[in-house]
Structures are given as C-alpha cells and as structure tokens.
C-alpha cells in the first residue's frame, strides 16, 4: 500500500506539471509520498523504493518528449534520475530515524524528516542539472507553477529553491493530516511554524529586487514559419524552411517600425552564410523593412557544424554573433558516440556534432547612434539558468531565446519551455521573447506573464514595444555560479551534514537524561 501511495504521489506531480499544469496536484502528489514515507518502515530499503517509485512516476510520464529523440534515453534517463531520488529518500532514513517497522507515526519531530528529506531530493535534483552530459534539467517541480506568483521566489533562491519550497510546504500539510487525530495543538506547532516561514518567504519574494526599466524600448518582431513538428534535420530540406519563414516575415511592413526582427534557431542551414543566397534575401528583407534581424543559422565548420545566432545591421553587415555554448546532448552531438556506433545505434540520426561556442551570450542591436546589448539563450540554454545569467551579466536587456522544436511531436517539451521562459524571464528580471520555427514563439514580462504567443504549427509574426531592463535579481547576482546553484547545494548539504551529527547524538543520550 505505501508503494502504491508512492507511485500515485509521483502520477500526480507529473499532472501538475505542463502540459497539463494542474500545479495543486503537485502539492497533493509531494503529499502523498511524504505520508507514504512517514507510514512505511524506516528500513532504507524500504524508504529507498519509495522514493525511486515516487521520483519514477513523476519523472517518466514527464520527460515523455524524449522518446521523440532518443527512444532508448526515455527509457533509461528516468529510471537513472529515480534512483538519485531513492538514494535521497534513503539518506533521510540514515539521517534520521523516524517510527518502529510496526508503521507507526513516532513522536519524534516529523518535521526535521520533512526538512532533511525535501533537502536531499533538491540535492538528487541538482544532480540531474548537471548530470550527465551537462545535465537534463526538465520536468523540475519549479515548472508546476510557474504561471502562479508562487514562482517570484525565483528571485531570491532559483528554480531549486523554488522546488525545496514546494518539498517542504506540501510536506508540512503530510504532517499536519498525519496528526490529525491527535489532541491539541502542540504536536502541531512545528509544521504550523515551518508553513509560517515558507509563506513569509513567499511575501518578502514578492516585493524582492528584480531589475528596473530604463525607460527605452525595442519594438521586437518575432517570425515563425510554422510547418509539421515531428520532422528530423536530416529528413528534411531546408530551402522549405527558410521559404516558410521569408513568406512570414513579409507579414511585416516597413510602417510597423520594428527595431529588431528575429528568426529562429535553425532557421538558416546553409555551407556559409555569408557567401550563401539566403544572406541575399535577408538583407532584401532587412532594407525593405529598415530593420536589423537576428537570424539563426547553421553553417558547415569541417566535419562538424555551428549553431549560431547573427545580427545582421541595416546595411547588410554581420555585426554581431553569438554561438550555442550548452548543445543537446542525442540532438546536437552524440555523447560516446564510437561506443554506441559499435553496438548498433542509429547515430548516423545525428551524422555531426555541433562545435560549442566560447564568447559571451550577448547580441548588439543597433538603435540611433548607440547598440543595445540583448542577452541570448538559444533553445535548450533557456532550460539552464546559468545560460540566460551569462547574458544578463554581461548587460543584457532583454533576453533572446531562439528555438526549435519541430523534432518533436505532442506539447510536453514546448510547453515546459514556455514555463522555463516564464521562470527565465522572473528570476533575470528581463522580457523574454522566444522564436520558434514551428512554435511556440511569445513574448514574456519579468512577472512571467504570457502577453502574446503564436500557436505550434501556425505561419505568423508578432511584435511588441519590448521594455529595456536593468538591475539584478537577487539570485541572478548572488545565488548562481559556474558550477550551478552552488551556494544552495552547500547550504543543504551542511544542514544535512549538521541534522546527522544532531541526531546521532541524541541517539547516544540514555534514557532518563
């Protein structure tokens, strides 16, 4: 029955995750696997398996996009993050000691479990941003409600944060049901004072510093060329592409006075783009609207290739570029490429590896006399906060995130993306504009709203008064660095380190003392 009641909490985090985004079944699923734990012998074999079903339930049917990529991956990938979940669920068994094999709820404090144990699964989850391969950071608790203001918390502590908040206030509504039964409210009084803390956080969240206007704009076009998803590079010609997306581009008139017009990642596949006739066409484009484009482009580099995105002046000069640091791994290159090459693998899928690039995330968009720095994450760097933190350090203002997503089928990808975004845009107190070549594309405010979007497969162009930005959010300035969420994960892993030592004292005490 715990098993069960596990695996239903996992179901449910997956419901409340996009694309379905029912965020209170989040809670009610992290709910469930705490009163499953709790109820469950302490045995770490026990509390092991409890967590690899909870991590596994949620994880699998929310990760689904993969098996679009690489079928093989879909099946491992979640089993893999589960077991990093097991081994926190069992860490907090180790940590703690909580009630006898009989199932019985023990007057220990249930509530230095739920801290101790919402710690060491954001601590399997800082595994998962980084590992392997740079790290698979979907179907983070985070996601759930980034359409809710419960995400302003981004400012202060991260995606992560966010996620330990969610760990531990579904937590501590566990506990409060697991006593219901008791008399009085002392037995209550830490989860009704660890709920007070997490809504008093959630308050100061609001008001926390996130960045100012300064008062300028960029009129943003955004041009999708719409078309089928599902579609592999190499099943495909990208002539049709680049057609697709000059056809939407001349929905655009020189009267809409755009300062920036934007193509999407992968939009250009060409040997040179500078030698190539689409080069042509777009500064055709670029002189018949009066307007600088960003365009994304992919050119031959030897063997390999690159993933890029250009700015293009008004008088047809690349002026300005940046390169794909953060690739796909499966989708821009194939990690152990000869091993898997030996075992029959269809890598000949991916027959190139994407070079990464090394120079800062930063585009200079020209407006009057000046340029305006414009930070951008191409595609996948949208779902790393380091990556749109690399452009915002280096004088960002708005935030660029060109994509692809057309390799996809269904909605589970693109629509975490769009939440990534929302969360992207809260935590670097930045707009967000996102290009899609088949969708999604819109335009988010730093308070993560939505204020337009043209749908997945539609051939359209939008555009808006874009506000600058500047100023720092709290996390963007202190809470992240080279190695991720570094100072959270060493927060937790010292209150993890220091809840061990407490308890194996305590164990040590006679009784009577």
Same mark, same amino acid.
């Given at each position: 029955?715990?098993?069960?009641?596990?695996?239903?909490?996992?179901?449910?985090?997956?419901?409340?995750?996009?694309?379905?985004?029912?965020?209170?079944?989040?809670?009610?699923?992290?709910?469930?696997?705490?009163?499953?734990?709790?109820?469950?012998?302490?045995?770490?074999?026990?509390?092991?398996?409890?967590?690899?079903?909870?991590?596994?339930?949620?994880?699998?049917?929310?990760?689904?996009?993969?098996?679009?990529?690489?079928?093989? /991956?879909?099946?491992?990938?979640?089993?893999?993050?589960?077991?990093?979940?097991?081994?926190?669920?069992?860490?907090?068994?180790?940590?703690?000691?909580?009630?006898?094999?009989?199932?019985?709820?023990?007057?220990?404090?249930?509530?230095?479990?739920?801290?101790?144990?919402?710690?060491?699964?954001?601590?399997?989850?800082?595994?998962?941003?980084?590992?392997?391969? /740079?790290?698979?950071?979907?179907?983070?608790?985070?996601?759930?409600?980034?359409?809710?203001?419960?995400?302003?918390?981004?400012?202060?502590?991260?995606?992560?944060?966010?996620?330990?908040?969610?760990?531990?206030?579904?937590?501590?509504?566990?506990?409060?049901?697991?006593?219901?039964?008791?008399?009085?409210?002392?037995?209550?009084?830490?989860?009704?004072?660890?709920?007070?803390?997490?809504?008093?956080?959630?308050?100061?969240?609001?008001?926390?510093?996130?960045?100012?206007?300064?008062?300028?704009?960029?009129?943003?076009?955004?041009?999708?060329?719409?078309?089928?998803?599902?579609?592999?590079?190499?099943?495909?010609?990208?002539?049709?592409?680049?057609?697709?997306?000059?056809?939407?581009?001349?929905?655009?008139?020189?009267?809409?006075?755009?300062?920036?017009?934007?193509?999407?990642?992968?939009?250009?596949?060409?040997?040179?783009?500078?030698?190539?006739?689409?080069?042509?066409?777009?500064?055709?484009?670029?002189?018949?609207?009066?307007?600088?484009?960003?365009?994304?482009?992919?050119?031959?580099?030897?063997?390999?290739?690159?993933?890029?995105?250009?700015?293009?002046?008004?008088?047809?000069?690349?002026?300005?570029?940046?390169?794909?640091?953060?690739?796909?791994?499966?989708?821009?290159?194939?990690?152990?490429?000869?091993?898997?090459?030996?075992?029959?693998?269809?890598?000949?899928?991916?027959?190139?590896?994407?070079?990464?690039?090394?120079?800062?995330?930063?585009?200079?968009?020209?407006?009057?006399?000046?340029?305006?720095?414009?930070?951008?994450?191409?595609?996948?760097?949208?779902?790393?906060?380091?990556?749109?933190?690399?452009?915002?350090?280096?004088?960002?203002?708005?935030?660029?995130?060109?994509?692809?997503?057309?390799?996809?089928?269904?909605?589970?990808?693109?629509?975490?993306?769009?939440?990534?975004?929302?969360?992207?845009?809260?935590?670097?107190?930045?707009?967000?504009?996102?290009?899609?070549?088949?969708?999604?594309?819109?335009?988010?405010?730093?308070?993560?709203?939505?204020?337009?979007?043209?749908?997945?497969?539609?051939?359209?162009?939008?555009?808006?008064?874009?506000?600058?930005?500047?100023?720092?959010?709290?996390?963007?300035?202190?809470?992240?660095?080279?190695?991720?969420?570094?100072?959270?994960?060493?927060?937790?892993?010292?209150?993890?380190?220091?809840?061990?030592?407490?308890?194996?004292?305590?164990?040590?005490?006679?009784?009577?003392?």
């Amino acid at each position: 029955m715990h098993y069960l009641l596990a695996l239903f909490g996992g179901v449910l985090v997956a419901v409340g995750l996009p694309p379905l985004a029912w965020w209170p079944a989040m809670l009610i699923g992290i709910a469930c696997y705490v009163v499953a734990a709790e109820r469950a012998p302490s045995r770490t074999r026990v509390q092991f398996t409890l967590g690899v079903l909870f991590a596994w339930g949620w994880l699998a049917p929310a990760m689904g996009w993969m098996w679009h990529l690489v079928p093989g /991956g879909f099946i491992v990938a979640p089993l893999l993050f589960a077991i990093t979940h097991g081994a926190a669920a069992a860490i907090t068994s180790c940590v703690i000691s909580h009630q006898s094999d009989s199932g019985s709820v023990s007057s220990t404090s249930v509530t230095s479990r739920i801290i101790v144990r919402g710690a060491a699964h954001v601590l399997a989850e800082s595994l998962r941003f980084v590992a392997p391969f /740079g790290g698979v950071p979907l179907a983070g608790l985070a996601l759930g409600v980034a359409e809710t203001r419960l995400a302003h918390l981004v400012r202060l502590v991260g995606p992560l944060g966010l996620a330990l908040w969610l760990l531990l206030f579904a937590g501590a509504l566990a506990e409060l049901w697991l006593r219901r039964r008791e008399f009085g409210w002392q037995s209550r009084r830490a989860a009704l004072g660890l709920l007070a803390v997490l809504v008093v956080l959630q308050a100061v969240a609001q008001t926390a510093p996130h960045g100012r206007d300064t008062g300028e704009s960029l009129r943003i076009a955004l041009v999708q060329g719409g078309g089928p998803q599902g579609v592999l590079a190499i099943d495909s010609n990208p002539r049709d592409v680049v057609d697709r997306h000059l056809v939407a581009t001349r929905f655009l008139k020189q009267s809409d006075e755009i300062d920036l017009v934007v193509w999407p990642e992968n939009a250009i596949d060409v040997r040179d783009f500078t030698t190539s006739k689409v080069r042509d066409e777009i500064i055709t484009e670029i002189r018949r609207l009066d307007a600088p484009f960003a365009v994304g482009v992919t050119e031959d580099a030897a063997t390999a290739f690159t993933n890029a995105q250009i700015l293009v002046d008004r008088d047809g000069t690349e002026t300005s570029r940046y390169d794909k640091i953060r690739r796909v791994p499966y989708g821009e290159y194939i990690p152990l490429r000869a091993v898997l090459e030996s075992l029959g693998a269809p890598v000949d899928r991916i027959p190139r590896d994407a070079i990464a690039g090394t120079q800062p995330a930063i585009l200079l968009v020209p407006q009057g006399d000046t340029t305006v720095p414009v930070a951008v994450a191409i595609s996948w760097e949208i779902f790393f906060s380091g990556r749109v933190n690399d452009g915002v350090a280096a004088g960002g203002q708005v935030v660029l995130n060109p994509t692809n997503g057309s390799s996809y089928t269904g909605e589970i990808l693109q629509q975490q993306q769009v939440a990534t975004s929302q969360l992207r845009a809260i935590e670097s107190g930045r707009f967000v504009v996102q290009a899609g070549t088949t969708g999604y594309s819109l335009i988010v405010d730093p308070a993560g709203h939505v204020l337009q979007r043209i749908p997945i497969g539609q051939q359209a162009a939008i555009f808006a008064d874009v506000p600058l930005r500047t100023g720092r959010s709290i996390y963007s300035r202190f809470g992240y660095s080279q190695f991720g969420d570094l100072p959270l994960v060493v927060l937790l892993v010292a209150f993890i380190a220091v809840m061990a030592v407490r308890s194996r004292r305590m164990r040590k005490v006679p009784l009577g003392e």
